[in-house]
């Protein structure tokens, strides 16, 4: 179950899950980091996920 705001994000995908470059980097900054930041330290999130902007692997990276 997610939360309003992770409905909003994943709403904001497109079709396949993947964030435009402008969303991803406000999704981010909303929380203090940059793509910068996740390529540094992806932790157990998938790398290519990640690269891709998918909108479920940048949610789990920062921890929703």
Sequence with gaps: ?????????LASADE???LSAKDAAKLL???????D????????VSH???DAR???ALLAWLGY
């Design 29 to 35: 900054a909303e929380h203090g980091f940059t793509m």
């Design 54 to 56: 998918n909108a479920h």
């Design 16 to 18: 396949n899950d993947i």
């Design 48 to 50: 290519y996920s990640l």
């Design 1 to 9: 179950m997610f939360t309003c705001y992770e409905d909003s994000v």
């Design 37 to 44: 930041d996740v390529y540094e330290n992806p932790g157990e």
